[in-house]
């Protein structure tokens, strides 16, 4: 198993950013995902998750601003962040949804710097 | 949502010793399946997090059995039977029964 984040960088405050995860080494349709964030020196924070048929759920911190997809055909999950914010700085990471052995594997992250 | 509180917050030790991380939910985590989805992490500086415990006392492939998770309900503990080196870094439980899902806030082990 393999996850590949990318797409960060630094961004101005209420500007747009879309982050990808390319994901290898298993059947990437039949697993859900999520997306986790973690704050410079910060905890870990659950953002959001997108079962294998695409059902969405979202952290309320991010509900109505991010928006979590998958391509299939692409083996990539995504992560389209809008109206960011000075708190949405964080690496991101993807994760694969693993029943019982959730959160088994992540990626390497990627981060994402809102500033002006 | 689920909160998790994991205490303590920092805990100091020296090679071998023995240690406890408590992580209380703020509800039940059984889900109606009967499983009780709370698992342990572990960060190390610079590293994604990699899983230790699952399904609370599952130990994961590969991470040695000085590691232990206990607990039912709302109470949960990880043990480490003789803290190691390579043990350092930043422990987090997660459940994953109640969406949104929640982390603890982390407890550093460093050393003595």
């Known amino acids: 198993v393999q996850l590949v984040e990318s797409g960060g960088g630094l961004v101005q405050p209420g500007k747009s950013l879309k982050l990808s995860c390319s994901a290898s080494?298993?059947?990437?349709?039949?697993?859900?995902m999520h997306w986790i964030r973690q704050a410079p020196g910060k905890g870990l924070d659950w953002v959001a998750y997108?079962?294998?048929?695409?059902?969405?759920v979202y952290a309320d911190a991010v509900k109505g601003r991010f928006t979590i997809s998958r391509d299939n055909a692409k083996n990539t999950l995504y992560l389209q962040l809008n109206s960011l914010k000075s708190e949405d700085t964080a690496i991101y990471y993807c994760?694969?949804?693993?029943?019982?052995?959730?959160?088994?594997?992540w990626g390497q992250g990627t981060l994402v710097t809102v500033s002006s | 949502d689920v909160v998790l509180t994991q205490t303590p917050p920092t805990l100091s030790a020296t090679i071998g010793q023995s240690v406890s991380i408590s992580c209380r939910s703020s509800?039940?985590?059984?889900?109606?399946?009967?499983?009780?989805?709370l698992n342990w992490l572990l960060q190390r500086p610079g590293q994604p997090p990699q899983l230790l415990i699952y399904?609370?006392?599952r130990l994961e492939s590969g991470v040695p059995n000085r590691f232990s998770g206990s607990g039912s309900g709302t109470d949960f503990t990880l043990k480490i039977s003789g803290v190691e080196a390579e043990d350092l870094g930043v422990y987090y439980c997660?459940?994953?029964?109640?969406?949104?899902?929640?982390f603890g806030a982390g407890t550093k082990l460093e050393l003595k």
């Open positions: 994760a694969r949804r693993g029943v019982p052995r959730e959160f088994a594997y």
């Open positions: 509800q039940s985590l059984l889900h109606s399946n009967g499983n009780t989805y």
């Open positions: 399904l609370v006392s």
């Open positions: 997108i079962s294998s048929s695409s059902g969405t």
């Open positions: 080494g298993f059947t990437f349709s039949s697993y859900g």
């Open positions: 997660v459940q994953s029964t109640h969406a949104p899902y929640t």
